[in-house]
């Protein structure tokens, strides 16, 4: 199975400041074939479910304000939070799709400092 | 707009069973392919099963392969998972998702979420 890590655990930023999430997997996930990296990132806040944020590694989902953006490829991705929000206090989740054992990262908890 | 209501869950004692169902609205549901994610109290996601759009295909995790099985009715919108031999360590909430399918055919990202079911497994 492909094994996803995220760093840091948590973090606490500043109002308006950047938030840099950053994950790994145990093998690449980008598909030669159409090059398109496999990998999504999620955002779940307290008693809510998940929500899909970015898809594709750097696509953003509809609805999903620009402030979110979402890099890298192969085996090295990042989320970044351009300027923080008190709405984004949040657990981050990547998840990648390359494998039909689909698997996730730990999570990234971010609070404001 | 795309609802995921999910059912059935509950508190079960160990070895016992129990199916749980999602009813999708909003979409073409036999167009997406669908997964069961779970989420142990306090702790991350964990993805269990996934199903193709037609129902032929499906998969599992190794956690739950041979005790879970994953199926839908697409007649009736509705996606479901049959839960055997539960242990203590299936105790979690019980997401649906969608996910539209992927350039060769297989499930992509997830998509929508519900709202998750709570399975507790304890005596």
């Known amino acids: 199975d492909i094994v996803m890590t995220q760093s840091p655990d948590s973090l606490a930023v500043s109002l308006g400041e950047r938030a840099t999430i950053n994950c790994k997997s145990s093998?690449?996930?980008?598909?030669?074939?159409?090059?398109?990296?496999?990998l999504a990132w999620y955002q779940q806040k307290p008693g809510q479910p998940p929500k899909l944020l970015i898809y594709?590694?750097?696509t953003r989902e509809s609805g999903v304000p620009d402030r979110f953006s979402g890099s890298g490829s192969g085996t090295d991705f990042t989320l970044t939070i351009s300027s923080l929000q008190a709405e984004d206090v949040a657990v981050y989740y990547c998840?990648?799709?390359?494998?039909?054992?689909?698997?996730f990262g730990p999570g990234t908890k971010v609070d404001i400092k | 707009e795309v609802q995921l209501l999910e059912s059935g869950g509950g508190l079960v004692q160990p070895g016992g069973s129990l199916r749980l169902s999602c009813a999708a609205s909003?979409?073409?549901?036999?167009?997406?392919?669908m997964s069961w994610v779970r989420q142990a109290p306090g702790k991350g996601l964990e993805w269990v099963s996934a199903?193709?759009?037609?129902?032929?295909?499906?998969y599992y995790a190794d956690s739950v392969k041979g005790r879970f099985t994953i199926s839908r009715d697409n007649s009736k919108n509705t996606l479901y998972l049959q839960m055997n031999s539960l242990r203590a360590e299936d105790t979690a909430v019980y997401y649906c998702?969608?996910?539209?399918?992927?350039?060769?055919?297989?499930?992509?990202?997830?998509?929508?979420w519900g709202q998750g079911t709570l399975v507790t497994v304890s005596s």
């Open positions: 998702a969608n996910q539209p399918i992927g350039d060769y055919g297989d499930p992509g990202h997830f998509d929508y």
């Open positions: 199903i193709s759009g037609s129902g032929g295909s499906t």
């Open positions: 093998q690449s996930v980008l598909y030669s074939s159409n090059n398109k990296n496999y």
């Open positions: 909003g979409f073409t549901f036999s167009s997406y392919a």
């Open positions: 998840q990648q799709y390359y494998s039909t054992v689909f698997t």
């Open positions: 594709w590694a750097s």
